[in-house]
């Protein structure tokens, strides 16, 4: 049986996932910004930057824990085909709640000041899917208590 991780080590994982989830939110936003325009073509283009800008943190971040900030992929599997603004408009949604996922974990492992960034991205991650979606999550960045919640 392998040692369990570190604290620093955990957040470390977790800032990794973070910065991973950040690399793909960039992506993803630019095919929601191709499929969508007005409004909704600014959303995109704000939180567009506002994912570089969590990116660019990240990357020092794991520097800073000790890590090797990890590259962005060259592509990224969508979760689904995306050809109408509609479409745009779900995976908006879906990118947020991925990346609330990711920093509810880093939430989790991170502790003072990192600990406070993670909460803050997470919050915003949830107000961002609220946005494109209509409408909020119970639990944002816990999709297990979050579909449980949608059951009741």
Do not use: C
């Amino acid at each position: 049986m392998s040692p369990e991780p570190s604290p620093a080590g955990n957040a470390l994982l977790a800032a990794q996932a973070a910065l991973a989830a950040e690399h793909a939110a960039a992506y993803g936003y630019g095919v929601i910004g191709a499929r969508t325009s007005g409004a909704r073509a600014t959303q995109a283009r704000e939180s567009y930057g506002t994912h570089l800008a969590r990116r660019d943190a990240l990357t020092r971040t794991v520097r800073e824990l000790g890590g090797a900030p990890r590259a962005a992929e060259a592509a990224y599997a969508l979760p689904f085909e995306v050809r109408t603004a509609a479409d745009a408009e779900r995976l908006a949604a879906e990118i947020e709640d991925r990346v609330a996922g990711a920093y509810s974990d880093l939430v989790r492992a991170a502790q003072g000041p990192l600990r406070r960034e993670a909460a803050d991205a997470l919050s915003a991650a949830a107000v961002r899917a609220a946005r494109w979606r209509g409408v909020g999550v119970a639990f944002p960045g816990l999709p297990e208590r979050s579909d449980r919640a949608k059951q009741s």
